[in-house]
């Protein structure tokens, strides 16, 4: 008779990683808020000293340099390890029931790329769900690969990242690069801007669609659709790197026992501080190049992404840590209706149809705006969970991939 492959429960779901996702979406909103508040063609520009930002102070733009040290690019990639990782978790539970994994996970990836496409063109232009079904069913064809096969493909890759992009810098313009916006592009961002603060639905829609064509120019999906696969593949490295690496140490079992790899944990920890760190944190104050800054602090973004998670490992397998770090775990369970509201809620609250603040909040405000929002979904999370198994998207999602849920 055929067995029904039903979701993860709660007992066997390995609360760390609940707490890793959880501790991503609020680096993710934190992120994303500038982009919340302005136009996607803004990151043509992104010293953010223009016109749109003469308001903001000095406290202000020392922010902007630190999320650009610490949070963007990383907590994102963090996501991505987590998304490699779930994928190997349901691979070996489909395994133990002998059903069709290609087909479950296929079903899983396409209702992804559907909720992701909803979200990007009616929500908010910065979605990466649909990148995230994409390059899903590319990991899909390596789910058998060994862990170490896995490892092995995810750090050449990380190489190869890492060659393309300084020999792109050192043969590319810097001063051309960072150009100032054009006087097209100029009136095109003023436009968005004024119909985020006071248009109406139909001139919303039309503005983030705009702005989602543009966006998919910009990270690599626009190739896809061109029918250029390798150019896409190409500018999306670090998620499929990361989506290997996630999905390596899932089979490594590593995680699963973290005080017996505990020793190993340490000296990668100890690598990527010192690696990622001064990349990441001490370059920047040295070199001038603006346009070398961003490069230094994309290509050691995955670095900082692998210490930020083994340092939350680390803490969370203390008492103390545990008791603080377990409220992260809420919101990681419910981590698909928490990234899509994330959108809605910030969409609505600055738009024309709330406080209409959109281009006019500094980001220090925005910030703390952001964290709150992140705050209340951790409350909201801990007392949906407290009465349903599932938050509500995730419930659609999953009954989607599996045909039905069994209680």
């Not at 043509?44 to 223009?50: D, L, Y």
């Not at 040290?69 to 994102?76: A, D, E, N, S, T």
């Not at 890492?162 to 961002?189: F, H, N, P, V, W």
């Not at 925005?366 to 407290?386: D, E, G, P």
């Amino acid at each position: 008779m055929e067995q029904k492959v039903s979701p993860i429960s709660g007992k066997d779901r390995l609360e760390t990683i609940d707490m890793l996702r959880g501790f991503a979406l609020l680096g993710i909103i934190i992120a994303n808020i500038v982009w919340y508040l302005y136009p996607a063609y803004l990151q043509q520009e992104p010293s953010f000293k223009n016109e749109w930002t003469s308001f903001w102070n000095q406290s202000d733009f020392a922010a902007q340099s630190a999320l650009d040290m610490f949070v963007i690019g990383k907590f994102v990639l963090l996501f991505s390890m987590l998304f490699g990782f779930g994928m190997v978790i349901m691979q070996e539970r489909i395994a133990i029931k002998q059903l069709n994994f290609w087909g479950i996970y296929s079903r899983r990836l396409i209702a992804l790329f559907i909720f992701g496409s909803i979200h990007a063109y009616f929500i908010w232009f910065g979605d990466i769900l649909t990148d995230y079904a994409i390059l899903g069913f590319v990991l899909l064809l390596m789910h058998k690969l060994k862990p170490k096969i896995l490892l092995i493909i995810s750090i050449t890759l990380y190489s190869l990242l890492i060659i393309l992009i300084t020999l792109g810098s050192l043969s590319g313009d810097s001063a051309a690069m960072l150009a100032r916006i054009s006087e097209e592009d100029q009136k095109l961002i003023q436009t968005t801007i004024e119909v985020h603060q006071s248009g109406n639905m139909e001139q919303l829609i039309e503005a983030n669609i705009a702005e989602r064509t543009y966006y998919t120019m910009r990270n690599g999906l626009y190739a896809l659709y061109s029918g250029m696969p390798l150019a896409y593949l190409i500018s999306n490295l670090p998620f499929l790197l990361i989506f290997m690496f996630g999905a390596a140490i899932a089979k490594k079992k590593w995680v699963h026992y973290f005080q017996q790899y505990r020793k190993g944990f340490f000296i990668t920890w100890l690598f990527t501080l010192l690696t990622g760190g001064t990349l990441n944190w001490i370059l920047p104050f040295i070199v001038e190049d603006q346009y070398a800054v961003q490069t230094i602090q994309y290509i050691s973004s995955p670095l900082i992404t692998i210490f930020y998670a083994i340092s939350l490992l680390f803490i969370y397998h203390t008492i103390k840590g545990k008791k603080v770090l377990q409220w992260f775990t809420f919101p990681g369970r419910m981590a698909f209706t928490n990234y899509i509201s994330q959108s809605i809620i910030c969409t609505f609250l600055f738009g024309p149809f709330a406080f209409g603040v959109y281009g006019k909040l500094s980001l220090t405000t925005a910030i703390l705006i952001a964290i709150t929002i992140y705050i209340v979904q951790m409350f909201f999370s801990k007392w949906w969970l407290a009465k349903f198994r599932f938050g509500p998207l995730e419930y659609i999602w999953r009954t989607i991939t599996y045909w039905g849920i069994r209680s």
